[in-house]
């Protein structure tokens, strides 16, 4: 692709980087923002150079927030007893627009991928273990992905449980095996967790 400017190619280029966004398709982006008035560029821009340098990661679930406690955790009325553990944010906000579910989560940053070169230390499952080993939260959900990466993240963490009195469950597979949270309807996912089943019985159903 030839461009007829070194400013534009650059710009195109660093659009581009972004995940689904194609040549072509940054391309169009640029040329769209170019068009439109000044200020309104400047304040994308502004919106994510302070989201990079101000955003914050929850304390106690490592959800994204503007805040040292997300407004998750600092609620009183969510049940503290009960955590549901997701992938990252994405989840979160998929989870949240059921209205189903009212205890707090744990974010884990990811999934376990050998692949990927992702281990359980670049996750956040040491804290979740801490997290268990306090007392005070009854039982963890596992609502990750049904892949291969998101079956051996909860099966990882089911075995740093052990030992523990701690219940475990995972949502039901109402979600299709291969499925991302975030793409599930809203009544597909509440179902999913108000059915959840402990997770030594889907270690069997395996």
Do not use: W
Not at 99 to 125: F, N
Not at 138 to 144: G, P, Q, R, T, Y
Not at 174 to 203: H, K, M, W
């Amino acid at each position: 692709m030839d461009f007829s400017s070194k400013l534009l190619e650059n710009a195109v280029y660093e659009m581009s980087q972004l995940p689904g966004i194609g040549k072509r398709t940054a391309l169009r982006l640029v040329l769209h923002l170019l068009k439109q008035p000044k200020e309104q560029t400047e304040r994308l821009s502004g919106a994510l150079l302070n989201l990079r340098s101000e955003i914050k990661f929850c304390e106690n679930c490592h959800n994204i927030s503007d805040v040292a406690l997300c407004e998750i955790c600092a609620n009183p009325k969510r049940d503290r007893s009960l955590v549901c553990v997701v992938e990252d944010i994405r989840d979160v906000m998929a989870i949240e627009n059921t209205s189903q579910y009212k205890g707090l989560y744990h974010v884990l940053g990811g999934k376990i991928s050998p692949m990927e070169g992702i281990g359980p230390q670049d996750l956040t499952i040491s804290s979740l273990v801490d997290k268990a080993k306090k007392g005070e939260v009854k039982e963890f959900i596992f609502a990750l992905s049904s892949t291969m990466e998101g079956d051996t993240t909860n099966f990882y963490i089911y075995k740093q449980l052990n030992g523990l009195d701690i219940n475990t469950s995972t949502i039901a597979r109402g979600i299709a095996v291969g499925d991302e949270l975030e793409y599930a309807d809203e009544v597909t996912l509440g179902r999913s967790i108000l059915n959840r089943i402990p997770f030594e019985g889907s270690l069997k159903a395996n």
